[in-house]
């Protein structure tokens, strides 16, 4: 019995954490919808998912950049592969990474540019874009409470 409440207590405790991490943040993409992280000023931007070992299913980070231009992102430090998705002003798909692999080389980690200007990065575990189907043009919805950019 004890090891039940213990075995309770964890799993309640971590879907709490997950909870309070992502403050209620979703996005939908495709029709389903995913608890995001937001990354909305240059200290959250530059920290992303490093040296993190997983990235629960139906989770991500949404990146809100100042302004709507080319972006480039990187994996240094981080430990996940994942699939990063570049979505301009009218939360629209106008560049893809799919299946970026993890990268512990530091600041000589590769970067992975949008084709366009991006307002908006989502990074979702590896293999989310394939499965989904994304092609660009797919759009994206913020949930209530995360804002705009700009």
């Given amino acids: 019995m004890r090891t039940f409440f213990f075995a309770l207590m964890l799993c309640c405790t971590t879907m709490l954490a997950s909870a309070c991490a992502s403050d209620g943040h979703w996005v939908g993409l495709a029709g389903e919808r ?16 490093m040296f993190r070992d997983s990235l629960a299913e139906g989770h991500g980070m949404l990146f809100i950049h100042e302004r709507e231009e080319r972006q480039a992102y990187w994996m240094k430090n981080t430990r996940i592969p994942l699939d990063i998705l570049y979505f301009d ?52 919805e913020l949930g209530p409470g995360i804002a705009p950019g700009r």
Wanted: glycine content about 8%; aromatic content about 4%; overall charge negative.
């Fill in 89 to 140: 002003a009218s939360l629209r798909l106008v560049s893809q990474q799919r299946g970026v692999p993890p990268c512990s080389a530091g600041d000589r980690c590769p970067p992975y540019p949008s084709r366009a200007p991006a307002l908006y990065v989502l990074e979702l575990n590896a293999g989310e874009a394939r499965r989904l189907g994304l092609e660009d043009g797919a759009a994206l």
């Fill in 34 to 49: 995913y608890v995001v992280e937001v990354a909305d000023d240059d200290q959250a931007r530059a920290r992303g998912l």
